[in-house]
């Protein structure tokens, strides 16, 4: 569907993509770790924020700078810099989430030569109410760092409008999400992964766009394959598109599957809530990201995410549920206990699955599809 092969191709050429984007505008080009970056700043200084992302091959290149036992999504990233895939770009920054992503980023920083580096410092303890004001001050030091680097005031005017383009983008993807409770989904999983991935490597304001014309064209798709069951996905980092086009092209009449959501942070949790209305732009921008559905690295003391994930797993209608995580991803692997349990209190059976920078798809298959056979079986009692 051409509406859809838009993002694919923005995805695919992610790196050609941002550097043609930065000889039409003239504008810089800032890479970004961790969904926690506040990036409507740096869109209302005219900053392309591109999120850095693994590519999924092996490589030899890390090893003398990242331990093996971090998790294999900052280890595939930080070979991204090391070995000149991201080299357009003009900034590198962080939010801080977790300890292993941050590794990936002081090393490149500290090899990789980049123009401009910022570190924010995003609160872990975001269930205090003196984390609003301290992140406002985080997010005020924030704009005038990219300031002081862009060489370009930053109104309050340009805050707002960029604000609004952000809200945009999130209530159209959520308008995307919302087709997929459909008996009969008019997108796959696979298809959501490759825009919501896109979402975060492209102008907000294209993205809009193209996501406009694909709500417009969606009523009248119809997919040539059943929904079958109903899957959610559920985990850290998860840009593996082949792993979710192994499941979602499996034998239709035998185990016919389609994800029809997820919960990890290049899925809903990127997108899900919207900068609230506040007089104060940057106050705004704070109660946003502390009151974003968390990470694991931030849900406590009070367990957010466990009650988030059943919500959408009612509301999507999951009948199944894979929980996928990063290998030596610590802050996941001490929700996961958790998150299994009540999903099969609630009836929702779970397969947990640990990944790696590649995906072995064929050990994979056999497994998901063991997991569909129990699901069908259960349906039949
Ligand atoms: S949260 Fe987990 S998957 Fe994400 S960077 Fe940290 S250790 Fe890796």
Not at 74 to 90: E, M, N, S, T, W
Not at 127 to 153: D, I
Not at 312 to 341: N, S, W, Y
């Amino acid at each position: 569907m051409k509406e859809i092969d838009v993002f694919r191709q923005w995805n695919r050429k992610r790196h050609e993509y941002a550097t043609a984007w930065q000889k039409r505008t003239g504008g810089k080009v800032m890479g970004y770790f961790c969904t926690y970056v506040p990036e409507e700043i740096l869109h209302a200084a005219g900053v392309l924020p591109v999120r850095v992302l693994g590519s999924h091959e092996p490589q030899n290149v890390t090893e003398p700078h990242i331990f093996a036992m971090f998790c294999p999504f900052c280890r595939d990233c930080l070979a991204q810099g090391l070995k000149g895939r991201y080299k357009y770009l003009d900034g590198l920054m962080i939010a801080q989430s977790c300890l292993h992503i941050r590794q990936a980023y002081t090393s490149w920083i500290k090899h990789v030569p980049v123009g401009f580096s910022y570190y924010l410092c995003m609160p872990h303890k975001v269930q205090s109410r003196r984390a609003y004001p301290y992140l406002r001050g985080e997010l005020e030091a924030f704009r005038k760092a990219v300031e002081g680097w862009t060489g370009k005031q930053i109104s309050d005017k340009a805050l707002r409008e960029a604000i609004a383009v952000y809200n945009e983008n999130r209530r159209l993807m959520r308008e995307l999400y919302d087709t997929r409770k459909q008996a009969e989904p008019p997108v796959s999983g696979e298809e959501v992964m490759e825009i919501s991935l896109a979402q975060q490597m492209v102008d907000k304001r294209e993205h809009n766009e193209a996501l406009r014309k694909l709500l417009a064209a969606l009523p009248r798709r119809k997919r040539d394959r059943p929904a079958g069951t109903r899957l959610m996905i559920i985990g850290s980092e998860d840009d593996d598109i082949d792993f979710l086009h192994m499941v979602e092209s499996l034998n239709k009449e035998q185990y016919p599957a389609t994800f029809v959501v997820d919960e990890h942070c290049t899925g809903s949790r990127y997108f899900w809530n919207d900068v609230p209305e506040d007089k104060d732009a940057l106050m705004a921008l704070s109660r946003r990201y502390i009151e974003r559905p968390p990470c694991p690295t931030k849900d406590w003391e009070e367990r957010k995410r466990i009650p988030h994930i059943m919500k959408l797993a009612r509301d999507f209608g999951a009948q199944g549920a894979i929980v996928m995580q990063q290998k030596f991803c610590d802050p996941h692997e001490l929700d996961t206990v958790a998150i299994r349990k009540e999903l099969e209190k609630q009836g929702i059976k779970t397969l947990f699955l640990e990944f790696d920078v590649t995906v072995p798809i064929g050990q994979f298959r056999i497994r998901v599809e063991a997991f569909l056979e129990t699901l069908k079986q259960e349906d039949l009692f």
